[in-house]
C-alpha cells in the first residue's frame, strides 16, 4: 500500500502542501504573536505546548488520513492525551507520525529554529519523512531508496576531514535526568565538540548536510527522531543505538543512539559512549 502510495509523484506533492498548509494555517499566524493563554506546561517548565502545536496536529491528522485511506496518526499531542495511541507505531495500518512544531522552546521565544516533522511508517518501517522549517524556508524530503533532498536539491552528508574534531549535537540537560545526563559523559572527551541541541529535526537536518558531523539522543519518541533518522541515512549517513543496532521506532531501543553522517563517524561516537559506561 505504501510503496504504490509513494510511486506516484504527486502524492509526494500532496503531502508535502498538507505540512506546508498545517503550518501557514496554524503555526506562522502565532509566530511571535502567541498570547499567554496559548501556552501550556506539560510535564515542567520546560515542557511546552502551545496553540500551534494541538491546531496544526489537527490539520496533519485530517489532511494526512485523507490522503492515504486506512492510515493513522500518531502525533505528539495525541499520545500526550492518549499514551495508548503509541500503540499504533506496532499496527498493520500506515502510520503518519507527526510532531507538529518540533522545537516548541525556540518557537515559543520566536527564534526561527523549529520545524514540522512528518513520517510515514508500516509494521515498524520508515519508507518517507519530511521536514519543514516555515521561517528558515527549508523543506527537506527523504524516501526509502530513493534519497533525500533539501528544497529539491540532493542532500549528501559527505564525511568529516581526516582527523577533525566532531561536532555532535546531543540530547539538552533540560530534558534529561541526572542519570541520562551520565550516559552521555563519554562525549566530553578529546576530539569531540559536543553541545547541547535545539530542535532534534533541524539537527538531523544538520547532519544530513554535512554541517553537523553527529547527533546522540538518549530519549526516544519516535515524534522526534522517525523523519530525521530518515533523512540522514538517505543523506548516505548511518545510526545505531548503543547496542549495534538500528533505533526502532516502537521503541526498547538501548539508549544512546546515535546519527552520523557516515559509519565510522557513529562508530566513533559509540565508542565514546560506551567508554563511559
Known amino acids: 500500500m505504501i510503496d504504490?502510495?509513494?510511486?506516484?509523484?504527486?502524492?509526494?506533492?500532496?503531502?508535502?502542501?498538507?505540512?506546508?498548509?498545517?503550518?501557514?494555517?496554524?503555526?506562522?499566524?502565532?509566530?511571535?504573536?502567541?498570547?499567554?493563554?496559548?501556552?501550556v506546561e506539560k510535564s515542567g517548565p520546560h515542557d511546552l505546548v502551545t496553540a500551534a502545536d494541538r491546531l496544526a496536529e489537527e490539520h496533519l491528522t485530517r489532511s494526512l488520513t485523507r490522503l492515504l485511506p486506512g492510515s493513522v496518526v500518531v502525533g505528539e499531542e495525541a499520545v500526550h492525551a492518549d499514551p495508548a495511541v503509541y500503540d499504533e507505531l506496532g499496527g498493520d495500518a500506515p502510520v503518519w507520525i507527526v510532531d507538529p512544531v518540533d522545537g516548541t522552546r525556540q518557537f515559543?521565544?520566536?527564534?526561527?529554529?523549529?520545524?514540522?516533522?512528518?513520517?510515514?511508517?508500516?509494521?515498524?518501517?520508515?519508507?518517507?519523512?519530511?521536514?519543514?522549517?516555515?521561517?528558515?524556508?527549508?523543506?527537506?524530503?527523504?524516501?526509502?531508496?530513493?534519497?533525500?533532498?533539501?528544497?529539491?536539491?540532493?542532500?549528501?552528508?559527505?564525511?568529516?576531514?581526516?582527523?577533525?574534531?566532531?561536532?555532535?549535537?546531543?540530547?539538552?540537560?533540560?530534558?534529561?535526568?541526572?542519570?541520562?545526563?551520565?550516559a552521555l559523559l563519554g562525549l566530553r572527551t578529546e576530539g569531540i565538540d559536543a553541545r547541547a541541541c535545539g530542535s532534534a529535526g533541524l539537527e538531523y537536518l544538520a547532519v544530513a548536510c554535512g554541517a553537523q558531523d553527529a547527533v546522540a539522543f538518549n530519549w526516544e519518541f519516535a515524534w522526534d527522531h522517525a523523519?530525521?533518522?530518515?533523512?540522514?541515512?538517505?543523506?548516505?549517513?548511518?545510526?545505531?543505538?548503543?547496542?549495534?543496532?538500528?533505533?526502532?521506532?516502537?521503541?526498547?531501543?538501548?539508549?544512546?543512539?546515535?546519527?552520523?553522517?557516515?559509519?565510522?563517524?557513529?562508530?566513533?561516537?559509540?565508542?565514546?559512549l560506551r567508554a563511559d559506561r
Not at 510511486?7 to 506546508?20: F, I, P, Q
Not at 542532500?155 to 577533525?164: E, I, K, R, Y
Not at 549535537?169 to 530534558?175: I, K, L, N, Q
Not at 545510526?239 to 538501548?254: A, E, M
Open 108 to 182: 515559543v521565544h520566536g527564534e526561527p529554529g523549529f520545524c514540522t516533522l512528518v513520517a510515514l511508517a508500516r509494521h515498524g518501517e520508515l519508507y518517507a519523512s519530511w521536514t519543514y522549517a516555515p521561517v528558515l524556508g527549508e523543506m527537506a524530503v527523504a524516501v526509502r531508496g530513493r534519497g533525500a533532498t533539501l528544497n529539491g536539491t540532493p542532500l549528501h552528508s559527505g564525511s568529516p576531514a581526516p582527523g577533525a574534531v566532531l561536532k555532535v549535537a546531543m540530547s539538552h540537560p533540560d530534558y534529561t535526568s541526572d542519570a541520562q545526563k551520565r
Open 4 to 39: 504504490d502510495f509513494l510511486a506516484e509523484d504527486g502524492n509526494l506533492a500532496e503531502v508535502e502542501a498538507a505540512v506546508r498548509a498545517a503550518a501557514a494555517a496554524e503555526i506562522l499566524p502565532r509566530y511571535r504573536q502567541l498570547a499567554t493563554h496559548e501556552i
Open 227 to 272: 523523519a530525521g533518522l530518515l533523512l540522514v541515512t538517505e543523506a548516505g549517513g548511518a545510526q545505531s543505538t548503543l547496542s549495534g543496532v538500528p533505533y526502532r521506532i516502537t521503541g526498547g531501543n538501548d539508549l544512546p543512539f546515535t546519527a552520523a553522517r557516515d559509519r565510522p563517524t557513529a562508530e566513533r561516537i559509540l565508542s565514546a
